[in-house]
């Protein structure tokens, strides 16, 4: 007869809770664990006010529409007291940059080279939540940058870290290079110191953006950022922009990059996390020929796939307009009678780029 299923216990006391928590996180593979109080800082809620309200959003209607929750964690969930902050490594193995003058090769972030990332961390966070659960009677929510949750100033708040000038989480263990995901409970837990601001004097993110997407320190336009601009905008890209993004077709680590605090990053120790060898150095000429089929195929499994093939494609043609190599005009023509408007916008601003006119 199967063994039967413990009784839920309540540790003495929160610390000890919270210890218990934190090795289990750290047990499931978390490379970062830290705890905070079911609210954002008063900075947090400030940033993002004046973000929306200065539409650097752009597209991302999505913020707009849901920053009552995004800037309230009780209001997305009322009965959560404290919220376990994660991190999961992803310190790739080689410079994230050796592909940018390899103009005849697509630059894709080192976040989308391996697994999606939303199914690997969704799934240990699960597994934290449930021993939360079974452990300490206490309900649980898990997130994982798939609601309107605020995840850096939460981390920021919970000790990983701190929002660097890119905006971005910076660890002192593992740089720019955390993966995040909360899980959300009712369990009141003694919160963690939060994170210091290091940068310092420091402003190497800024100056290594391509596009000067930074209007000023702790401070990004969205609208300007290759990232969002190659996944999140649906839209032609707008031709000002398109030469400066080089060879990047899904997403841009120059700034995470050039952080110094990179330095003290170990590899990732998380197999999914490796990059595919198709895009560890994929040819630009050979993406743009896939069609939707070919797509799907190639991009299973990937966070690639979701933003589909006709944005996938609209990215490698401005990055083959960027290249120089008229040898692949007669490709670029062809795509110029894609059924797609997005693809031919791309493919006739690339002929021209790559032939223009004397």
């Not at 021993?131 to 929510?141: D, N, Q, Y």
């Not at 969002?228 to 922009?241: A, F, Q």
Request: with cysteine; charged share 25%; aromatic share 6%.
């Amino acid at each position: 007869m199967a063994a039967a299923e413990p009784k839920p216990t309540i540790p003495g006391t929160p610390e000890r809770s919270r210890e218990e928590i934190r090795d289990r996180a750290l047990a499931l593979g978390f490379d970062a664990v830290g705890f905070a109080p079911a609210t954002l800082a008063a900075e947090a809620r400030a940033r993002l006010g004046e973000f929306l309200a200065q539409g650097m959003h752009g597209d991302m209607g999505w913020m707009l529409e849901k920053a009552d929750r995004r800037g309230d964690p009780q209001v997305l969930w009322p009965d959560a007291r404290t919220i376990v902050a994660l991190g999961m490594s992803y310190a790739p193995h080689e410079d994230p940059r050796r592909l940018l003058d390899h103009p005849d090769r697509g630059v894709v972030s080192v976040y989308a080279q391996g697994r999606d990332y939303h199914d690997v961390v969704k799934s240990r966070l699960k597994q934290l939540a449930q021993f939360i659960h079974r452990r300490h009677a206490a309900e649980v929510k898990v997130f994982v940058d798939t609601a309107p949750v605020m995840e850096k100033p939460l981390a920021e708040r919970a000790g990983l870290g701190w929002q660097g000038k890119h905006t971005n989480l910076v660890s002192r263990g593992h740089g720019s290079w955390l993966f995040l995901g909360e899980v959300y409970t009712a369990l009141e837990l003694p919160p963690d110191p939060p994170g210091a601001d290091l940068c310092g004097s420091c402003r190497r993110c800024q100056d290594a953006c391509p596009t000067a997407a930074f209007p000023e320190p702790y401070r990004l336009d969205a609208r300007r950022c290759v990232s969002y601009l190659t996944i999140e905008h649906k839209g032609p890209i707008p031709e000002d922009l398109r030469p400066l993004m080089g060879n990047r077709i899904y997403g841009c680590d120059d700034c995470l990059a050039a952080c110094p605090w990179n330095k003290f990053a170990k590899r990732t120790r998380e197999a999914a996390f490796l990059p595919r060898a198709e895009l560890t150095a994929p040819r630009l000429a050979d993406l743009a020929q896939l069609d939707d089929a070919a797509f799907r195929q190639v991009f299973s499994g990937s966070p690639i796939k979701r933003i589909g093939r006709d944005r996938f494609v609209r990215n490698v043609l401005t990055a083959l307009g960027n290249s120089g190599d008229r040898g692949q005009m007669a490709l670029v023509e062809r795509l110029t009678h894609d059924g797609s408007d997005l693809v031919r916008d791309a493919a006739e601003w690339a002929l021209k780029r790559l032939n223009p006119a004397p």
